[in-house]
């Protein structure tokens, strides 16, 4: 656009031209401008719009003839936003530390800021007295909503643990220590518990299935060591 001729002084005289010719029609009662009246009046409109010292002006003004470049360089230039700055450092800056701009998330921090801002306040004389026991009220204010939240979030989380702990169910199953119960292992516990006779290994049996009245010690013994494998378990 910049380096265009006919985008310069033609093209203004070229609206201007088309723009008299318009309102000439409007005069006559010509209320529509169809296709055929616009390449009847184009003619006679280029005739009066590209006259030799227009085209010359047009050429001078964007800087081709003569050869000029710095007629839309300097456009360019000026219409550009200016570089930023910057500053060459040694060695890399150090980070800012966040805690400064970062609100207080506790009600200790947040008194240690009102002291600090009270402090900043009682030493700045030029201060208006109103001004200050507005911000007085406003610290204060700041501490009670601070303390009365503390206050529900430790009532909120203390409900909820109350809320929780009926729902809980406690597992009564105990975790052995050991592996597995051995045959081994079995026999010893059927020996402290009691002497291991016949007639008390019937009598243990006929709990479990009639069929097992007749059989002899090593099965019966068998047998109770699988009931207390089971045992052992489900405890």
Same mark, same amino acid.
């Given at each position: 656009?910049?380096?265009?001729?006919?985008?310069?002084?033609?093209?203004?005289?070229?609206?201007?031209?088309?723009?008299?010719?318009?309102?000439?029609?409007?005069?006559?009662?010509?209320?529509?401008?169809?296709?055929?009246?616009?390449?009847?009046?184009?003619?006679?409109?280029? /005739?009066?719009?590209?006259?030799?010292?227009?085209?010359?002006?047009?050429?001078?003004?964007?800087?081709?003839?003569?050869?000029?470049?710095?007629? =839309?360089?300097?456009?360019? =230039?000026?219409?550009?936003?200016?570089?930023?700055?910057?500053?060459?450092?040694?060695?890399?800056?150090?980070?800012?530390?966040?805690?400064?701009?970062?609100?207080?998330?506790?009600?200790?921090?947040?008194?240690?800021?009102?002291?600090?801002?009270?402090?900043?306040?009682?030493?700045?004389?030029?201060?208006?007295?109103?001004?200050?026991?507005?911000?007085?009220?406003?610290?204060?204010?700041?501490?009670?909503?601070?303390?009365?939240?503390?206050?529900?979030?430790?009532?909120?989380?203390?409900?909820?643990?109350?809320?929780?702990?009926?729902?809980?169910?406690?597992?009564?199953?105990?975790?052995?220590?050991?592996?597995?119960?051995?045959?081994?292992?079995?026999?010893?516990?059927?020996?402290?518990? /009691?002497?291991?006779?016949?007639?008390?290994?019937?009598?243990? =049996?006929?709990?479990?299935?009639? /069929?097992?009245?007749?059989?002899?010690?090593?099965?019966?013994?068998?047998?109770? /060591?699988?009931?207390?494998?089971?045992?052992?378990?489900?405890?």
């Amino acid at each position: 656009h910049l380096v265009q001729p006919l985008d310069g002084q033609p093209f203004q005289a070229f609206k201007h031209y088309f723009r008299k010719k318009n309102n000439e029609n409007i005069q006559w009662g010509i209320s529509t401008i169809d296709k055929a009246d616009f390449l009847r009046d184009i003619p006679k409109l280029r /005739c009066d719009t590209f006259k030799q010292r227009t085209i010359r002006n047009a050429f001078i003004d964007r800087g081709i003839y003569p050869w000029n470049p710095s007629k =839309a360089l300097d456009i360019l =230039a000026n219409a550009r936003s200016p570089s930023p700055v910057l500053n060459i450092r040694d060695k890399t800056p150090s980070i800012p530390s966040s805690s400064t701009n970062s609100p207080p998330q506790t009600i200790r921090t947040l008194r240690r800021s009102i002291q600090k801002l009270d402090k900043f306040v009682n030493e700045s004389p030029n201060l208006d007295k109103s001004f200050t026991r507005r911000l007085d009220r406003v610290f204060q204010s700041a501490i009670q909503t601070a303390e009365l939240t503390a206050q529900l979030q430790s009532d909120i989380s203390q409900h909820l643990e109350r809320a929780r702990a009926p729902n809980s169910r406690k597992s009564r199953r105990r975790i052995p220590t050991i592996g597995p119960l051995t045959v081994k292992d079995a026999n010893r516990r059927i020996d402290t518990l /009691c002497p291991v006779t016949p007639s008390y290994l019937r009598y243990m =049996a006929r709990w479990f299935s009639p /069929c097992c009245r007749r059989q002899s010690k090593t099965n019966l013994q068998q047998i109770l /060591c699988f009931l207390l494998v089971i045992i052992n378990i489900f405890q």
